[in-house]
């Protein structure tokens, strides 16, 4: 690929468990790519199976980038993230290797594509006096207190996002303006990427049925193994990264608060509704392109492959590699 003054990636977005890891893969593999995670827990270190986190032999096939780059106890937001990525993402094009990336955290592909809205420096006290303050009124609270100072905020926020709840309350107490006005002013316009964005989609009752195959492989791997480790490592399970779904359930069952079935159904059903979530975010972007990554796939890679090859002038798609 040829190097160009604005890094050019190819993004393949969809919900948990749809399948885009593996378009990814493929894709990367055919065209000697290499991938840039975007999801947000996958950047955290020992949490491997709850995440779905690429393979050793994965990773040994198409290098990966974003993983593994913070421990649990960490703050890691989607400005730190903007920043490894693109620094990424300008070492692969230097290379002159092409870009994939592959994630379903919406919000960080929108900062990598579109930018970000910066705003104002953490405030550790701040936010170390809202966490304990969730923890000792219940859940919940300051997604209430969120709504009564930004309700545009609150309507997008889910009530346990924590971590972006906590920020829009930091945002507003710092300049006594609400974050969603800070963005509606930024607009996301700012181009950060030439980006083509396919999305990965399947039916509701598909991938419903594909997310209970996944949360039961997901124990098969070594799930509850793996909290037991990271409660063995001192890490507090109220920490942000260790109430991620499946995690949360299925600490309960480990310390005797319900039954290994009723945990397992708990764990799919937060994994739908997460999945719901991201589908209704990467929906409302109307440069995403939609494909079923099984009954469109020559479709999908072959839009794939018409992209990445325009930058080269000799490139056709006759001479693609072929990804079937």
Not at 128 to 137: D, G, T
Not at 266 to 286: E, G, N, S, V, Y
Request: glycine content about 8%.
């Amino acid at each position: 690929m040829t190097t160009a003054s604005t890094p050019r990636a190819l993004v393949i977005v969809g919900p948990t468990a749809v399948g885009k890891s593996v378009v990814a893969m493929t894709i990367a593999s055919a065209i000697d790519g290499e991938i840039v995670s975007a999801d947000s827990r996958q950047v955290y270190r020992y949490l491997d199976f709850g995440t779905a986190k690429p393979t050793p032999a994965e990773r040994a096939r198409v290098p990966h980038h974003l993983l593994d780059v913070a421990d649990p106890d960490e703050w890691f937001d989607v400005a730190r993230y903007r920043r490894l990525a693109l620094a990424a993402i300008a070492d692969i094009t230097e290379r002159r290797r092409p870009v994939v990336i592959c994630g379903g955290t919406g919000l960080y592909v929108r900062a990598l594509v579109h930018g970000l809205f910066a705003g104002p420096a953490a405030v550790p006290e701040l936010r170390a006096e809202l966490y304990n303050l969730e923890r000792e009124r219940g859940a919940g609270t300051l997604h209430s207190r969120l709504a009564e100072v930004d309700a545009a905020s609150a309507a997008r926020l889910h009530p346990r996002d924590l971590v972006r709840i906590v920020r829009a309350l930091e945002v507003r107490e710092v300049t006594g303006r609400p974050i969603s006005a800070w963005q509606e002013d930024h607009g996301f316009g700012e181009r950060g990427l030439d980006a083509l964005i396919l999305g990965c989609s399947r039916p509701r009752a598909e991938l419903a049925g594909r997310i209970m195959d996944r949360c039961r492989a997901m124990l098969d791997d070594g799930l509850l193994g793996e909290i037991q480790s990271l409660e063995a490592r001192g890490y507090s399970d109220r920490l942000p990264p260790l109430r991620s779904v499946g995690y949360r359930e299925m600490r309960a069952y480990l310390h005797g608060e319900t039954t290994y079935e009723d945990a397992l159904h708990a764990f799919a059903r937060a994994t739908r509704r997460l999945a719901k979530r991201q589908c209704a975010w990467f929906r409302r972007d109307p440069a995403v392109q939609w494909f079923h990554p099984d009954l469109e796939r020559a479709a999908l890679f072959g839009r794939a492959l018409d992209w990445l090859a325009q930058p080269c002038a000799a490139a056709s798609s006759s001479n693609a590699p072929s990804l079937r």
